[in-house]
């Protein structure tokens, strides 16, 4: 009788079932994600490395008397890791919080983001160093083998568990929030801050359980998840960034949207892989970008927070490090001899990443929107220009061309969805667009999968000269680099670049002065994948190859952290940034997968302690020092530093 | 004066990043007393409260309450040591319920009032209980944004222009209200523009002019120093 469409019943329930249990964890991970982001106004990108600590802390528990043979500790089971491991992981929540979390409550959003971004690739690259992509396997307890025979399928017992006790946390902690006493101080806590500390209340460490609580519920997700899946370093990744697509859909202000949410996509995923298995890893990402078109704050939303975009721009205009025309001709010299210093196929590396990180930076830096899915215009022009080269037998140039005509179509297309949204959300949304393109390619035909499409042939510039010869792809690609570094010097010189830096500064301001900013901003997002479809083309060409790790989310990170080592929003500042980087990867490629953990550790020290970058920073000591020199006399004033309203935590 | 202040101010000065609002406050509270700080905008009223209050970061001199000095204290601390503040914009929480406003601040001394007080003073907040903070009309909002401290027990309050576009009948009860305070034996600091609400309320005045006080004016002297005190706040 429920013969759907040739879909026999055990397979329906069974992907339902299915769908119900990710639906659970995306429930009680999104919630944590929830309540930090409402209270701590922080994006928590770690959430996801904070559930993986969670299934390693019940597999270490199992497994103490392996790894500590001489103390003669027990084996502590599924049921104490159930209570231990959420405590342990909320402690360390807690000293994260302390420790940097804190630090940033009062800088604009994107640092928060781009805070909890390195923390999560230092933990999982940490844990990848020890552990590597192989999964570890974790029992099914004892109480909970076997399983219940429904007539139509057979339900395994830890499964009704999981989806039971899940649920039971959920609706507890949606008790607490709305309806207890506690929960009553969260809220107004949420709203105004200093209000509540001037009726007594410690607010900051209010912030700081809160934050803990959160990180706790991702650490019984993970507890829970263990015996489900694989307990693995890479377990956390992938599903932070689905988190942050049920966040957008569910929308703000509403802890019960977001459990109702996580359930529901858990269910559509399910049902999307008994009916169209192709779609069930994008099908969340798409929801996504239905509802941000028709119900742009979400299915539970109540509004659209005005947040302003992140003016987070270390330049200074007047300095000789943003003068574009002085520095395009030194970049033509300079990049004329690097070639006969270093290996030319590094030096296309630098030049093809320099002008990733420079188009990107257009977008963070100069309009002051924080995206993180520029690895979809990177990438799909990296595929679209070795597809047609090699499949098509396209000349070099016209592949190039090709990739950059998709990536700004893609760009118009993804910019047009997430313009809808701002700050954080701006971030959460593109992450997610971008994702569509990465499984996309991970499932398409043509782009061969795991192995990408190899041996891209060069081919002749214009049919005459041969690109196969070292030298010459050289010289094509720092006339590219050139080419793109003008182009986006001239945009931001241009008056619609000041109307891109005027909304950075003041984006109502900026509509009052008569500008319709969604339509500046969607032009500069559209360039930027344009330019950024350049530098992937390029790159297609030079490494013959483009691959799934030109779309993968660590892409897009790379390009904020070239621009934030660099300085954001200086001309030059992803320029420097891409050399940093890419010396780094270089000269630490004998670390292995430590690496990731050095970039990481930049991420975070960079957001703490060097924000300017090194082009932001240096342009201040430059201009320290002329100012210096124009008044040598003056005795040095005593300025009072900034620093002036409480901080109380969540920056209003 | 001082050997019975409540609260007593010296030399309070207080900055907004760089620029300084206040320049060297001095005035004391007693015990009981309803006192006043009158000016125009901007002279610094607000600025002096949230001080008070450990809402500004920086500042210096002194502000000594029951002989003990909280300059430097975080906002919590001074809370817990009875002093309640009333914000200018009122700050109801439009994620609480009108009760849940209510009973959102902590109780730190023994003697604040009871729910049915309270409810007596405000027969409308009764009413409305259940409603969202921010449903209420602008009037029930001050009047719940004044009743949610009453019940902490705090000996001083801080009330920041409580009457501000408010109609002249609520300005009216308000006023009773805060009459009805003094009764009890509460210490308020009120901060108005309004100088005849603040007028038939108030045992002294203070006059503040670009962050310092520049006149006292005790009650019994507000007759005969009219056309003085409209001086100092005519636009």
Redesign the interface.
């Known amino acids: 009788m429920f013969e759907l469409i040739g879909i026999s019943p055990v397979l329906l329930f069974g992907q339902v079932l299915i769908g119900l249990i990710n639906g659970v964890f995306y429930a009680m991970m999104s919630l944590g994600v929830a309540i930090i982001f409402g209270m701590l106004r922080i994006g928590n990108f770690v959430h996801g490395a904070q559930y993986m600590l969670g299934a390693f802390g019940a597999w270490y528990l199992l497994h103490l008397p392996d790894l500590f043979p001489g103390l003669g500790l027990p084996s502590l089971g599924y049921w104490w890791a159930l209570v231990l491991v959420p405590l342990g992981v909320g402690l360390i929540g807690a000293l994260m919080e302390r420790l940097f979390i804190r630090k940033v409550y009062d800088l604009e959003h994107a640092y928060g983001l781009l805070l909890t971004v390195g923390l999560a690739m230092v933990i999982e690259g940490i844990f990848n160093v020890f552990y590597g992509a192989a999964g570890q396997q974790y029992g099914v307890p004892d109480s909970l083998r076997g399983g219940v025979n429904l007539g139509f399928m057979f339900m395994p017992l830890y499964r009704i568990w999981v989806i039971v006790a899940g649920l039971v946390v959920c609706a507890a902690t949606w008790y607490v929030i709305e309806r207890t006493?506690l929960g009553?101080?969260l809220?107004?806590a949420?709203?105004?801050p200093?209000?509540?500390?001037?009726?007594?209340?410690?607010?900051p460490r209010m912030l700081m359980l809160t934050y803990a609580f959160g990180v706790g519920l991702a650490g019984l997700a993970g507890v829970m998840a263990a015996p489900i899946y694989q307990v693995s370093p890479q377990m956390g990744q992938s599903i932070i960034i689905t988190i942050f697509a049920v966040v957008v859909i569910g929308g703000m202000?509403s802890i019960f949207g977001a459990i109702v949410t996580g359930l529901m996509l858990g269910v559509v995923e399910g049902l999307t892989k008994a009916f169209y298995p192709q779609g069930a890893t994008t099908v969340i990402f798409i929801i996504m970008a239905i509802v941000l078109v028709f119900r742009p704050a979400g299915l539970f939303g109540k509004e659209t927070s005005a947040h302003q975009p992140s003016d987070i721009a270390a330049a200074r205009p007047e300095s000789i490090l943003e003068n574009g025309r002085l520095w395009l001709a030194v970049f033509a010299v300079g990049g004329s001899l690097l070639p006969f210093l270093v290996y030319p196929v590094f030096a296309m590396k630098m030049l093809c990443l320099a002008l990733f990180a420079s188009a990107y930076n257009l977008v963070f830096g100069y309009v002051g929107l924080l995206a993180f899915g520029h690895a979809a215009f990177y990438g799909s022009s990296a595929y679209v220009a070795a597809h047609t080269a090699s499949a098509f037998g396209f000349p070099t140039e016209l592949a190039i061309l090709s990739g950059v005509a998709v990536a700004t179509a893609l760009g118009g297309l993804f910019g047009w969805l997430a313009i809808r949204r701002q700050g954080l959300y701006f971030a959460m949304i593109t992450l997610a667009l971008a994702q569509i393109v990465y499984f996309y390619a991970v499932q398409a035909s043509w782009t061969n999968g795991e192995d990408g499409i190899q041996s891209v042939p060069r081919g002749h510039l214009f049919g005459i000269v041969d690109l196969d010869q070292p030298l010459n792809m050289y010289f094509f690609v720092l006339a590219i680099f050139l080419a793109g570094f003008a182009a986006i010097y001239r945009i931001v010189r241009s008056p619609f670049g000041q109307v891109l830096k005027s909304i950075r500064e003041n984006e109502p301001r900026t509509t009052s002065l008569g500008y319709s900013t969604d339509r500046f901003k969607l032009l500069a997002f559209t360039l930027s994948a344009g330019l950024a479809g350049l530098a992937g083309g390029t790159k297609a060409i030079v490494f013959q190859i483009a691959s799934l790790t030109d779309l993968y989310f660590m892409t897009s990170a790379d390009a904020l952290l070239m621009t934030l080592i660099g300085g954001v929003g200086t001309l030059l500042g992803p320029v420097v940034g891409a050399v940093v980087v890419v010396t780094m990867q270089k000269e630490l490629a004998t670390l292995g997968s430590w690496v990731i953990v050095v970039q990481g550790a930049a991420f975070v020290l960079f957001v703490l302690f060097l924000r300017k970058g090194i082009v932001g920073t240096l342009e201040d000591a430059l201009a320290r020092r002329a100012e210096r020199r124009r008044r040598p006399a003056d005795a040095p004033t005593a300025?009072?530093v900034?620093?002036?309203?409480?901080?109380a935590g969540k920056p209003r | 004066m001082t050997e019975a202040a409540d609260l007593a101010v010296a030399g309070l000065s207080a900055?907004?990043?760089?620029s300084q609002a206040l320049h060297g406050m001095d005035f004391a509270v007693r015990r009981g007393e309803v006192v006043t700080l009158l000016g125009r905008n901007g002279a610094g009223k607000t600025t002096t409260l949230r001080s008070i209050?450990?809402?500004?970061?920086?500042k210096s001199g002194h502000v000594r309450f029951a002989g003990e000095e909280l300059l430097g204290r975080?906002?919590?601390y001074?809370?817990?040591k009875g002093i309640?503040?009333c914000?200018e914009e009122r700050?109801i929480?439009?994620?609480?319920s009108v009760e849940?406003n209510l009973?959102?601040?902590?109780v730190?001394a023994p003697g604040g009032m009871s729910h049915a007080d309270i409810y007596a003073l405000f027969p409308n907040l009764a009413e409305r209980r259940r409603s969202q903070g921010t449903k209420l009309s602008g009037g029930e909002q001050q009047m719940l944004a004044i009743a949610r401290?009453l019940r902490?027990g705090a000996t001083l309050l801080l009330l920041d222009e409580p009457t501000e576009g408010l109609a002249p009948v609520i300005v009216k009860q308000i006023g009773q209200v805060i009459g009805q305070l003094k009764a009890r034996g509460l210490t308020v600091l009120l901060v108005e523009q309004n100088f005849r609400f603040a007028a038939k309320l108030a045992d002294r005045h203070y006059v503040v002019e670009h962050g310092r006080i520049v006149d006292t004016i005790a009650a019994a002297d507000v007759a005969a120093s009219m056309s003085r005190i409209e001086n100092y706040l005519k636009v």
Request: glycine share 10%.
């Open positions: 006493k009553a101080y809220r107004a949420t709203e105004n200093d209000l509540v500390r001037a009726f007594g209340i410690n607010v202000g300025a009072p900034a620093g002036d309203e409480v901080a | 900055w907004y990043g760089d209050m450990g809402l500004l970061r920086r975080l906002p919590e001074i809370a817990r309640a503040y914000p700050g929480f439009s994620s609480l849940e009973d959102l601040p902590p730190v401290i902490t």
